[in-house]
């Protein structure tokens, strides 16, 4: 009798950790290509990386990178809307929080880097707001 009470303990000491004991996802993020937005020699419609593919269950960081000298309004709300965010990180600052950005705006160039888990198959358009005529748009496709 006394083992069986020493096995339910155990049994339900597991189940109790089972949250804790599950695999963090975010540790074993994959870094995206930069998107970068402008370039250093004055094109400040230039977009690389403007395409990229991901799948659905992984964790990822994705930097987008302004180095051109216009304000960036970068959206992509169905992604942000089907991922589940980590952190946003400006600066080594980081911003955690409960719900999707509406948008990320960059006034100068520097860096804002997404962490996050991709939840939901699709493809989703990103643009430059008021930029787009300009090529500034791409997609972020999650298989």
Same mark, same amino acid.
């Given at each position: 009798m006394r083992m069986f009470?020493? @096995?339910a303990l155990a049994g339900?000491?597991?189940l109790a950790a089972g949250p804790a004991l599950a695999l963090d996802?975010?540790?074993?993020?994959e870094n995206?290509?930069?998107l970068v937005l402008g370039d250093d020699q004055g094109n400040d419609f230039a977009v690389e990386n403007k395409d990229?593919?991901?799948e659905s269950g992984k964790a990822y960081r994705l930097r987008i990178v302004a180095k051109g000298h216009q304000e960036y309004k970068f959206y @992509?709300?169905?992604f942000f809307r089907?991922?589940?965010f980590n952190q946003i990180v400006i600066e080594h600052k980081e911003i955690h929080g409960g719900g999707p950005p509406d948008?990320?705006?960059?006034?100068?160039?520097?860096e804002i880097a997404i962490e996050f888990v991709a939840i939901k198959p699709g493809t989703y358009i990103w643009a430059a707001h008021g930029l787009e005529s300009k090529g500034m748009t791409g997609t972020l496709t999650v298989k």
């Open positions: 009470r020493l @096995a339900a000491g597991l996802l975010t540790k074993k993020r995206l290509p930069d990229i593919t991901l @992509a709300p169905e089907f991922i589940w948008h990320l705006e960059f006034d100068d160039p520097g």
